[in-house]
């Protein structure tokens, strides 16, 4: 937990405005989350904008780099972009709720906020769930779609013990 310490972002003492703060994120920083990540090899910047208020904090969080997937049709690695953007608005309350998407309350008593739970977010949202090399050739895909198996349609079979039954229904 104390690692995590390296992401809050301390607000107090600074005046109303903005502020930038800007994180290199790595392999170390997905370790301090206790899950198994589907990519290697993360090069990226997350840059953090807060917008003070004197009543509330926004935070913009972008994140931007890259990360080694391993390719689902051809089990190759590749660098796949990440980028992508959140939006989140801190309030103060009696004490911690992220039970709303967009909007966090946090105790009054806090004096520093930590972001390593957006960034994470923010990275891993960014990963594709089918994960396909842009070195894949569309020929490639088309053998593989030629072979793929079929969803085979269902007709309803009508059960001859319950038409009778299903006769006598339609007759009332």
């Not at 703060?21 to 997350?46: G, R, V």
Request: glycine share 2%; aromatic share 10%; with cysteine.
């Amino acid at each position: 937990m104390d690692k995590l310490r390296n992401y809050d972002v301390s607000f107090s003492g600074l005046k109303t405005g903005k502020y930038q703060f800007k994180f290199e994120i790595d392999k170390e920083f997905f370790q301090l989350f206790d899950t198994e990540q589907e990519f290697t090899n993360p090069k990226i910047t997350a840059d953090v904008l807060l917008d003070k208020h004197s009543t509330f904090l926004e935070f913009e969080i972008k994140v931007n780099g890259t990360a080694q997937l391993v390719c689902d049709i051809t089990n190759e690695d590749f660098d796949h972009p990440i980028e992508n953007q959140i939006k989140v608005l801190v309030k103060f309350g009696e004490e911690y709720d992220d039970s709303e998407e967009d909007v966090i309350t946090i105790p009054m008593s806090d004096h520093a906020f930590n972001i390593a739970q957006l960034i994470y977010e923010n990275v891993v949202l960014s990963i594709p769930m089918k994960k396909v090399s842009p070195n894949v050739k569309n020929e490639d895909l088309e053998i593989l779609e030629k072979f793929s198996p079929k969803e085979a349609e269902e007709e309803e079979k009508s059960d001859p013990r319950w038409d009778a039954l299903k006769n006598l229904k339609n007759k009332n």
